[in-house]
């Protein structure tokens, strides 16, 4: 479990946020938190691995991630990659991320993604990129992302505004490969 205040200076981070792989008995928190999304009329099921959101041992959210159903999901990622492997052993999306609006916490959004994205790459150990979106219908512009440092490149065919996070190493060639890539493809924060 990564504990951010231990990472960051209290001040700036405001400290308390972890995140942690949610438990079997643990799946009401999930389902109660899941309820709260506003995407929460579809189903889960793509949802893989499951996180909770705590800000002082406190359950305060959920996040998940899932695998993305083949890189033809990301055409720009198939058609630019050239030679990178770009497939499901290296590819996740995270697909929800819900906390409550008064946990107290300064950037508890932005906290739970890294802290999240972190504990991901421990359990999925080939784990090179993390796709996420924003939906502009929902009136999401992906701010939080923008504040994570995400990549930004564009909107898809679906109109929803595409992010990326590298969590691959970044000294091995596989990963230097990936950042240069990355960097072709990114586009300036709209």
Known sequence: MIK???LIPEHIA???IEVRPLFDNEMDLWSSFYSQHYLSQNSDKTIKYKFL?????NPVGIIGYGQVSGVAVIPSLNRLAGKLLI????LLELRRLYIKDDVGAHNAESQAISAGNIEISKIVPDLQLIVTYADPKAGHQGTIYKATNAIYTGSGGSGKHRFI???????????KEMLQFLD???QPYS
């Open 14 to 16: 405001g400290g308390g």
């Open 184 to 186: 072709k493809i990114k």
């Open 4 to 6: 951010l205040k231990n």
């Open 165 to 175: 996070y590298f969590v691959g190493n970044r000294r091995s060639e596989e990963g």
């Open 53 to 57: 959101i705590l800000y002082h041992n």
């Open 87 to 90: 497939d499901n052993k290296n």
